[in-house]
């Protein structure tokens, strides 16, 4: 106990140092809090003088009355998927951004029955007749995740219905293809009619609790690869980080197509040697919009500025990268499917969306202060490709951003480092558990 509390005001020293290092010359700073957890402040130089470390109007703005934007992780109910509107709704000026989990699942399906299509001939390595596919799951209480593994299913025709869904549980091992949780499936191809089979599939969550877990991927597939490889034709993952985990350890090296999800500069990368495909969620697009409603929200503008409706600089957004569902308050980044075909254009992850790169004036837009965490700061997704994004716009939306990165575990870890929201003037979360919106919003509503 008391260790932890050491810990917690280690990391709020480091986060002043950091803040008083921005205020007075600009410029980033990092500082190391805890294993696997990170604080970074970023300002930019032109602007940062005008920022100090108690915020810029923060001061006179009731916590609760202050701009949020969830990212990443929708406010909703783990188990049934429902959204939690008190949370998208905790005041007027709170949104969530994230994808269309829904169009890029399948999307994903589609992209691996395409695949079976086209390489018919070589696609069933020993001759059984079965196209035998595993697949590694991310988190099971995660929309995003349950869509994909949905979308998977569906299209390879191996999806069951539960209580009037595609049932997303893991089955563990289905060799013999007795599972409950799935079906075999068939696919006609060239004449010859083949059996799907999902042989395996499990929720990639390491003894910590960590979701999402590249390590225990690349560890599962050599178990399950011991144990019946021949029969494995196809790999498939709910996103690149356990997708490319998997790849390394052993589907490069046996020559089994892996797809993953996130198109990471590395999966995309792997494609020439390999790797079968992958889906943009349009982080380039989600990166901006996070911070574009904070920016909006700030300068008291109408929120679809820069978005829909062209700003002072410029910055626009069409209708083919992304829609916004009012009612849930939600912004959805639409996906792309990355393939051998086209991988050529998506080799930099990091690279700020073209139409909406200009840079913001900054007496009209003046710097102002924002919280935001990533909630685990070694989720191959967010560390690789999202926050570079965001610390490439950053900058140009005039936001002196301070980032904390969390151990993907447990929620105290963030919440424990937003002790003074009171030098914000704008939050940006992305939870550890999408049930946990209230652990943040208690915090700013004190
Ligand atoms: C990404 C995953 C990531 C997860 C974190 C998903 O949208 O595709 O790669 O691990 O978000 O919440």
Redesign the pocket.
Known sequence: MENTRKKVVAIATAALTALSLTACGGGSSTSTATSGSATTSTASTATSTTSTAAGTSGGTVANKDKPVCWF??QPSNSSTGELDMTALNFNDKTYYVGFDANQGAELQGQMILDYIKKNAASIDRNGDGVIGYVLAI?DIG?N?SIARTRGVRKALGTAVEKDGEIDSAPVGTNTDGSATDVQDGTIDVDGKTYTVRELASQEMKNSAGAT?DAATAGNTIGTWSSSFGDQIDIVASN?D?MGMSMFNSWSKDNKVPTFG??ANSDAVAAIAEGYGGTIS?HADVQAYLTLRVLRNALDGVDIDTGIGTADDAGNVLTSDVYEYNADERSYYALNVAVTADNYQDFTDATKVYDPVSKQLDSSAHPTKKVWLDI?NAS????SSTYQPLLQNYDDLLNLDVEYVGGDGQTESNITNRLGNPSAYDAFAINMVKTDNASSYTSLLSQ
């Open positions: 990443n992780r991310g995660h995003d999402w996103n980080g999800y996130d969620q909630y989720d191959n997704f967010l």
